[in-house]
């Protein structure tokens, strides 16, 4: 029987070793440490340019012939730090005579773009332009690319002002480096796959769920043109058409005034109604409980500037929202929850986008009487009900699957931490 890879541990020890250099300074020496290297000493230090060859697009040194031989992969910068890379062929990659070659386990680092400091490991030979940087080393790959991985954030932080501007291959090299013995790199960079394969797996998990979601909603409401969902329970097999019903008869526009003493909640587009207080961002919101509105609980709150991206959530409790958003309160025959999933649907986003008052779509706005008139296909209570617990049920996995998924990464940086000593932690 296959051994399960969540069984594997990391025989890891601290270590308390009280190394100092020549010159009587302390010497770099992790927190964290395979048993068999305690007594091996402190780090040695360099530059990643001084440790490594380094190259970016140029042009190449052999003949076009030999020197793609044939089709050959083109690495574009934004596939770097992809945890699901697929690397494709590509007529450019043919065509950029600049382009240079790279061979499988070289490190590849994105210097332009959005993810600037991202870093993998090559999985293919393929080509690359001057946007992203290959480091080469005869032993040393995996380790130097968990390296960077481990330093991106100071990366990001000190040479792009928090996320702003590019990288140079200049930037790069002039990192400080600190390794040990090719053993115990190889030893540390093999510990870090692991944790990469699970993390990996994980992640897959994640997606497939997350897919798996979208396939069967699509089933479970009608389509275009239909007025019964392709996937349908058992018990509301000979239930006949979904009724099509305004959205005015479903649902009431509240109107109330806030009180004192309730939590403030905003509406996300990815996580519904969230609690103020626990987003990190700034708000120039009303404070005061009357300038708000109030929501009770199992309302649905909309954004009616957002409302065509997907913008709502249901009140999981009495609340205080935006007096920008719109409350609507659900009439005795409707489950608010099966409303925030098919509202949130493609079809019925542009439905909603239909209905909005606006001369550019970033100026767009659903106000209730508009919302009121759209037409929507509803089943019965019962059925939504269903609807509504087979969902819930789905979401409560996929958000336990990248609970641990997060945990996995957690700890894995928790590890990183302790087990590269940092050069600015010595000087």
């Not at 140029?58 to 945890?83: C, L, N, Q, V, W």
């Not at 999985?123 to 005869?138: H, P, T, V, W, Y």
Request: with cysteine; glycine share 8%.
């Amino acid at each position: 029987m296959k051994k399960s890879r969540s069984t594997k541990k990391l025989d890891v020890s601290a270590s308390v070793l009280e190394t100092e250099k020549v010159d009587g300074t302390p010497a770099l020496v992790p927190k964290l440490r395979f048993p068999e290297f305690c007594n091996e000493g402190g780090w040695s230090e360099g530059r990643i340019g001084q440790f490594c060859q380094s190259f970016s697009g140029g042009t190449p040194e052999t003949s076009r012939k030999d020197y793609y031989g044939g089709d050959i992969p083109f690495i574009r910068s934004a596939e770097i730090g992809r945890s699901t890379t697929e690397l494709f062929l590509s007529d450019e990659g043919v065509k950029n005579s600049s382009a240079k070659k790279v061979t499988r386990g070289d490190v590849l680092v994105a210097l332009y773009g959005a993810n600037s400091g991202d870093v993998a490991l090559a999985k293919i030979d393929g080509a690359i332009n001057q946007a992203i940087l290959c480091l080469r080393s005869e032993s040393s790959n995996p380790f130097i690319y968990q390296f960077l991985s481990h330093r991106k954030s100071w990366i990001i932080d000190t040479f792009l002002q928090g996320g702003q501007g590019n990288l140079s291959g200049e930037i790069i090299k002039s990192i400080s480096l600190a390794f040990p013995t090719v053993y115990e790199q190889r030893k540390i960079a093999s510990c870090l796959a692991s944790l990469d394969e699970l993390i990996g797996e994980q992640g897959r998990k994640v997606d497939a769920l997350r897919t798996h979601k979208k396939g069967l909603m699509q089933q479970l409401f009608p389509r275009e043109g239909e007025t019964q969902p392709q996937l349908r329970f058992p018990e509301f097999q000979d239930a006949g058409d979904w009724e099509i019903r305004k959205a005015g008869t479903l649902f009431e526009n509240r109107i109330t005034k806030g009180e004192h003493g309730l939590p403030i909640y905003s509406v996300t587009m990815n996580d519904g109604m969230v609690r103020r207080d626990s987003i990190d961002r700034n708000f120039y919101d009303i404070e005061e409980a009357s300038g708000n509105k109030k929501a009770c609980a199992n309302d649905i709150a909309y954004n009616m500037m957002r409302m065509w991206q997907g913008a709502l959530g249901v009140a999981p409790q009495d609340c205080l929202v935006s007096p920008a958003y719109i409350v609507l309160a659900p009439r005795t025959d409707v489950v608010p929850a099966f409303f925030q999933y098919m509202l949130k649907l493609p079809a019925t986003l542009l439905l909603l986008t239909s209905h909005s008052r606006g001369l550019t779509k970033d100026r767009l706005r659903l106000y209730y009487d508009d919302f009121a008139r759209i037409p929507l296909k509803v089943p019965s209570f019962k059925e939504q009900q269903r609807i509504c617990d087979m969902l819930n049920s789905l979401d409560d996995l996929i958000t336990a699957e990248t609970q641990k998924l997060e945990a996995l990464k957690t700890h894995k940086r928790g590890l990183m931490q302790q087990m590269f000593p940092s050069p600015e932690e010595a000087s």
